[in-house]
């Protein structure tokens, strides 16, 4: 009897120690770099999105900084600021010298959306006539370029 119940002992912490080293082998790369006002970049915070990059070996440093500072940060923002926002933002890759990413964000409502982003390229706002009145002030403030290039692609 003491065996089997050693046995069964050793048998369930090998089942969850298993568990755990493949949880942590498999996990995206979370980047906690994100702030919803536009400001300098600092760890999430409540009512910001999580940020993930998946798989995360296959974005450099570099990237992760420009997809976040020019992708990233504006979506989460501008999402935010039309009243749909975030809880989290997925940017998947697939493989290591790929040009574009699938950038997947999920909202409080539970809706979700999609697009394509080149990994050198800044997100732009869609903007549905000359004025871009459906761009929020704050958001033009805080990225006056990604502004004017949405003004741009409407004429």
């Not at 979700?112 to 982003?117: E, I, P, R």
Request: charged share 15%; with cysteine; aromatic share 10%.
């Amino acid at each position: 009897m003491k065996h089997l119940l050693v046995t069964t002992l050793a048998l369930l912490i090998g089942i969850f120690v298993g568990i755990g080293i493949s949880y942590t082998v498999e996990k995206p790369e979370v980047t906690p770099l994100l702030r919803t006002d536009g400001g300098p970049e600092t760890a999430v915070g409540p009512g910001e999105a999580v940020v993930v990059f998946a798989p995360g070996g296959l974005f450099s440093l570099q990237e992760k900084e420009y997809l976040t500072k020019n992708v990233t940060q504006p979506v989460v923002l501008y999402y935010h600021l039309i009243g749909s926002p975030l809880v989290s933002l997925m940017v998947e890759k697939s493989s290591a010298n790929a040009r574009e990413v699938s950038v997947t964000g999920i909202q409080q409502n539970s809706a979700y959306s999609s697009f394509t982003q080149s990994t050198n390229q800044a997100w732009v706002p869609e903007c549905f006539n000359q004025t871009c009145g459906n761009i929020p002030d704050k958001f033009r403030t805080l990225y006056p370029a990604l502004y004017q290039e949405a003004s741009r692609r409407v004429r």
